[in-house]
Structures are given as C-alpha cells and as structure tokens.
Nanobody
Framework: QVQLVESGGGLVQAGGSLRLSCAVS????????VGWFRQAPGKEREFVAG????????YYADSVKGRFTISRVNAKNTVYLQMNGLKPEDMAVYYC??????????????????????WGQGTQVTVSS
C-alpha cells in the first residue's frame, strides 16, 4: 500500500506564492511517477504538473506553465509544487497522486488522472484578490 499526504496549502493574495509538499510512504518511493491535480468547486479534477521517478522529465498544464515548478527529493520521499504568481483561478483543492514508474511516461499518461493508482486527501489553496 502507498500513502500520500499533502501539506502547505493556505490562504494567499493574488500574486503570492505557496509551496506544496507531498510525502509518500508505504513502498519504494523512487520508482513512482508523481503528479499534482486540482479540483475547484463545481469543476472536474484537472492535471497541474507531473514528474517522472527519475526526476528527469516534468510536465505542466498550460495554465500553470512558467508559474509552477514540480520537483522531488527522493531521499526525503517528498515531491514539491512551488506555486508562484498565484491567481484567483488557481483556487482549488490540490491532490498529490502516484503511479508505478515502471511504465512509460508520456505527456498523455502523466496528465491522465485515471492512470494514477494512489491519491492523497488534498490540501486547500485559497487565493484572494
């Protein structure tokens, strides 16, 4: 079993920054691809960013590219999402998800929520004007 716990969410003003963390436990962390997804009220869950188990490839939704950065420190079993230049439309519950890194990573699979087997409980990000 794999467990993921998100943290770092909170309230910020537009233009501010937050750093989300995803702590992974239960299995060998280094062999899992990890992605961040978000869901705003009344909207479907959408892909935000992803990183391969080697950390050699990253993927971003167009809406966050240039503002958000995903990274991982395998020695700490943690994946981070640095969010800069936050906008009101970024307000959502952010979820960390993981899947086995043995499978090929593509822009399609890394961004597809249905391909991730393990999910955290989410952390709320609120952006005020």
């Amino acid at each position: 079993q794999v467990q993921l716990v998100e943290s770092g969410g909170g309230l910020v003003q537009a233009g501010g920054s937050l750093r989300l963390s995803c702590a992974v436990s239960g299995r060998t962390f280094s062999v899992y691809h990890v992605g961040w997804f978000r869901q705003a009220p009344g909207k479907e869950r959408e892909f935000v960013a992803g990183i391969t188990w080697r950390g050699d490839s990253t993927y971003y939704a167009d809406s966050v590219k240039g503002r958000f950065t995903i990274s991982r420190v395998n020695a700490k079993n943690t994946v981070y999402l640095q969010m800069n230049g936050l906008k009101p439309e970024d307000m959502a519950v952010y979820y960390c998800a993981a899947k086995e890194g043995m499978y090929p990573a593509t822009v399609q699979t890394m961004g597809a929520a249905r391909t991730y087997a393990y999910w955290g409980q989410g952390t709320q990000v609120t952006v005020s004007s």
